[in-house]
Every structure is written in C-alpha cells, then in structure tokens.
C-alpha cells in the first residue's frame, strides 16, 4: 500500500533514494519549486505508509490557444519499488490531468536512447519514437566535455490520427540550434520545414 499525492517543497529533502540512480536527471531546487508553482496538479509523488519516497512526476503543460499537449518532465522510481506498476500508474495520473484540466491532445516525454528498460515501459503503455534529439543529456563523465547522448523524443500514439500531428523529417542536434530569446517563458516556436 502507498500514498499517492500532490509533490510539496519539502519533498526536496526526501528524494534522494529515488534520484541516485543512473538515468534519473537531477535538477537545481529552483527548476523543481518552478514546476511546483506553475503546474502543481502535474507533480505527483508516490510514498509509503512510513513516508519514505517511492517516485515521482513532474510533467507540463506545452502549447497554445487550442494546441496543448503535456509533457513528462521526470518520472522515477526508486529502485526497491520498481516493477510494481507505480511508474504507469503516475503516466496514467499525468495523462487524465493533462486531458482533464488542460485539454492537452496527447503527452510527450524524452528518454535516453540508452534506457532500453524505460523505453520498452513507454512502448507498452502506448508511447512510440517520434524522433531522435542530438545530444540531448549532458556528459555522462566521458572525456570530452561536451553533452553525448541522444535522447528519443517519444509521443502517446493518441495524436498520431490527429489533423493536429505535424510530422517531422529531420534530427534535431541542440549545440547547431542558435541561441533564441522566448517572447513567453517556455514557449519556442520553430517553423516546420
């Protein structure tokens, strides 16, 4: 049995059993309290009955006027609670909410190319490879000092029936894309060739 409730601040402390593994992406305080304040109902975290982290969301809410989709941010387990259907379960919650309170048409997410594990979950929840993202995670420690690994941009297949879908040809390699000022926090408008 566990609890499932909104993410709170003070989470911040209680993570860190969940955020020592190798494929979560951990960020500064202020990106976390950001999500927190701006999408409070897509932030989600998973707790046993003695309070200790099990997982959590932090998802979005990306678009305009009448073209919004969510987005899956982070979405961890702790490694003593995988395979016991919380990551679903916490998709399943991001993806009504997104539906419900923001008519989002679908939910996106980015994944290592590497996590073969997490790719085969989204696979079987409904997900499909979009696109690749060049060097999308930052350096894993090699030598280079640059970032290195792509990551699949992977999309609910409820959009792909949709006269909203605009496919895309090519692959995105982030250090070739210019510096761009965003007139809205979030909001990236990129012409579709």
Known sequence: MSILR???ATDLFRFNNVNLDFFTQTYSNSFYLDYLARWPDLCCAQVSPAGRMMGY???KAEGSHSDWHGHI???TVAPEYRRLGLATALVQLLERVSDAVYRG???DLYVRC???LAIGMYEEMGYSVYRRVREYYHSLGGSRGRDEEDAFDMLDTRCLSSSLFRPWTL???LSQIP???CLQPNVLSVANP
């Open 105 to 107: 048409f679908f939910v």
């Open 114 to 116: 590497t996590n073969d």
């Open 171 to 173: 692959i995105i390699v």
């Open 179 to 181: 510096r761009m000022t």
């Open 57 to 59: 969301i932090f998802g």
């Open 6 to 8: 909104s993410f709170v």
């Open 73 to 75: 941010t982070i979405l």
